[in-house]
């Protein structure tokens, strides 16, 4: 295990070289010149001399190559310039508002495993009963609603209509519960309906069969071996639905004004603030990234059968 981990950390160094290569040459590749967004958001009028000046300024007239390895050799020391809007230091920015955003999605997931767990052993548990029929139709439509209209439909009917909850803004617990439940909807639904069919299928594999031949108590064989088979795909697909739940957190930080990084970046995009978009882009696929590391690690403790070697993935 301990030398799968270094592997795949060392994986990393490769990976988010080539991310932040893309990331750079996308930006610059655009049609729009951060020269002139640095001279519209400073309120300077955009001759030819303030361009040339701005451009030496913002190190835009070196060559590409030599651009890149100044950005990359700042971004490792988590230097990522200065705003054009704020005129202060990027990274301050991000780290104000990121707790924001990992308290909105730590909220999320947290809600996606309470749900989806329990929806998916019950629907597997009454299968074909008008229980498992309830939870199927709501997974259906779940999957079925976007995440933005659903927002929207909470904040009419809990915020306006009943007054339950706050819409905009954030504080106690009241003002994540819409936020969050509008970001992992879809996650949840998907996920019951993954545990479900899972374990459906391991409740017919010849292992189950022979445990209940031999009087193991059913119990003992939902625990010990249904359930914590059917778990592994659900890992995996949790893993891949936290990229969702942060591009989720952004659109729930714009609908209900919450303070955080998504929020700031889709400012920032409109403002065409070519630093702070930098930033959030690299930011958030590090984040994406070592999740994914930790899906892989719990991956491989759920099953002990699963032998990382140097030629891949073997099953003992």
Same mark, same amino acid.
């Given at each position: 295990?301990?030398?799968f981990?270094?592997?795949?950390?060392?994986?990393?160094?490769?990976?988010? %070289?080539?991310?932040?290569?893309?990331? %750079?040459?996308?930006?610059?590749?655009?049609?729009?010149? &951060?020269?002139?967004?640095?001279?519209?958001?400073s #309120?300077? &009028?955009? $001759?030819?001399?303030?361009?040339? *000046?701005?451009r030496?300024?913002?190190?835009?007239?070196?060559?590409?190559?030599?651009?890149?390895? @100044?950005?990359?050799?700042?971004?490792?020391?988590?230097?990522?310039?200065?705003?054009?809007? +704020?005129?202060? &230091?990027?990274?301050?920015?991000?780290?104000?508002?990121?707790? *924001? +955003?990992? =308290?909105?999605?730590?909220?999320?997931?947290?809600?996606?495993i309470?749900?989806?767990?329990?929806?998916?052993?019950?629907?597997?548990?009454?299968?074909?009963?008008?229980?498992? *029929?309830?939870?199927?139709?709501?997974?259906?439509?779940?999957?079925?609603?976007?995440?933005?209209?659903?927002?929207?439909?909470?904040?009419?009917?809990?915020?306006?209509?009943?007054?339950?909850?706050?819409?905009?803004?954030?504080?106690g617990?009241? =003002?994540?519960?819409?936020?969050?439940? @509008?970001v992992?909807?879809?996650? +949840?639904?998907? #996920?019951?309906?993954?545990?479900?069919?899972?374990m459906?299928?391991?409740?017919n594999?010849?292992? !189950? !069969?022979?445990?209940?031949?031999?009087g193991?108590?059913?119990?003992?064989? $939902?625990?010990?071996?249904?359930?914590?088979?059917?778990?592994?795909p !659900?890992? $995996?697909?949790?893993?891949?639905?936290?990229?969702?739940?942060?591009?989720?957190?952004?659109?729930?930080?714009?609908?209900?004004?919450?303070?955080?990084?998504?929020?700031?970046?889709?400012s920032?995009? #409109? *403002?065409?603030? %070519?630093?702070?978009?930098?930033?959030?882009?690299l930011?958030m +696929?590090?984040?994406? !990234?070592?999740?994914n590391?930790?899906?892989?690690?719990?991956?491989?403790?759920?099953?002990?059968?699963i032998?990382?070697?140097?030629?891949?993935? @073997?099953?003992?």
């Amino acid at each position: 295990m301990a030398k799968f981990i270094v592997k795949r950390i060392l994986m990393l160094i490769p990976m988010l %070289f080539i991310v932040s290569v893309i990331v %750079f040459l996308l930006l610059h590749a655009g049609p729009n010149d &951060p020269a002139m967004s640095y001279l519209r958001l400073s #309120n300077i &009028p955009p $001759t030819d001399a303030a361009l040339e *000046n701005a451009r030496h300024e913002l190190g835009l007239d070196r060559p590409l190559l030599t651009q890149y390895i @100044s950005w990359i050799s700042r971004a490792v020391r988590m230097d990522f310039g200065i705003s054009y809007v +704020t005129k202060a &230091p990027v990274t301050r920015h991000l780290l104000h508002y990121l707790p *924001n +955003t990992l =308290y909105l999605a730590g909220v999320s997931i947290v809600i996606m495993i309470v749900l989806s767990l329990p929806m998916g052993m019950l629907a597997a548990k009454y299968h074909g009963k008008w229980q498992d *029929n309830v939870l199927r139709v709501f997974a259906y439509a779940g999957v079925s609603i976007p995440s933005f209209w659903f927002a929207f439909l909470m904040i009419f009917i809990f915020a306006i209509r009943l007054k339950w909850l706050p819409a905009l803004g954030m504080g106690g617990l009241r =003002y994540v519960i819409m936020p969050s439940l @509008s970001v992992v909807l879809m996650s +949840t639904c998907i #996920n019951a309906r993954l545990l479900r069919g899972n374990m459906l299928e391991q409740a017919n594999t010849r292992y !189950v !069969v022979y445990a209940r031949f031999r009087g193991v108590r059913e119990k003992y064989i $939902t625990r010990h071996h249904i359930m914590k088979n059917s778990f592994i795909p !659900v890992v $995996t697909a949790m893993g891949m639905h936290i990229g969702e739940v942060l591009g989720g957190a952004v659109v729930a930080e714009v609908i209900f004004a919450w303070p955080g990084v998504g929020r700031y970046a889709v400012s920032a995009i #409109n *403002n065409r603030d %070519f630093p702070v978009m930098q930033c959030f882009i690299l930011m958030m +696929t590090v984040i994406f !990234v070592l999740c994914n590391l930790v899906t892989d690690i719990l991956y491989a403790a759920l099953d002990p059968r699963i032998r990382y070697g140097e030629g891949g993935i @073997s099953h003992a």
